[in-house]
């Protein structure tokens, strides 16, 4: 099991920028690769960005292509999403995810993550 606890979320204003962090266990099990999704009641959990376990291939949704970008820290077994431009509609519970397996190279589907974290909540008012 990876375990994964987000951190970050908050109120903010439309126009404004959040970093989520992504913080994973000591040692190989958190250099797997990892996404962010996000949720909003009724709806599937929708992808967002994820990032290879090295750092190399990364991979946005286009709702957030421009103003969102997704790093890690494989020293301190971090993930970070950097967002910017905030807008009423990225108000969602987003959700950090890992894949452990070094043989995928399709990180956008949910079902294929096996571990996830509990969520931080991030709300945009317009």
């Known amino acids: 099991q990876v375990q994964l606890v987000e951190s970050g979320g908050r109120l903010v204003q439309t126009g404004g920028s959040l970093r989520l962090s992504c913080a994973g266990p000591?040692?190989?099990?958190?250099?797997?690769?990892r996404g962010w999704f996000r949720q909003t009641p009724g709806k599937e959990r929708e992808f967002v960005a994820a990032?290879?376990?090295?750092?190399?291939?990364?991979v946005y949704a286009d709702s957030v292509k421009g103003r969102f970008t997704i790093s890690r820290d494989n020293a301190q077994n971090t993930v970070y999403l950097q967002m910017n431009n905030l807008k009423p509609d990225d108000t969602a519970v987003y959700y950090c995810?890992?894949?452990?397996?070094?043989?995928?190279?399709?990180?956008?589907?949910?079902?294929?993550?096996?571990?996830w974290g509990q969520g931080t909540q991030v709300t945009v008012s317009s």
């Open positions: 995810g890992a894949i452990r397996s070094y043989a995928r190279s399709d990180y956008t589907g949910a079902k294929d993550y096996t571990d």
């Open positions: 000591k040692g190989a099990r958190s250099f797997f690769p």
């Open positions: 990032i290879s376990w090295s750092g190399g291939k990364t």
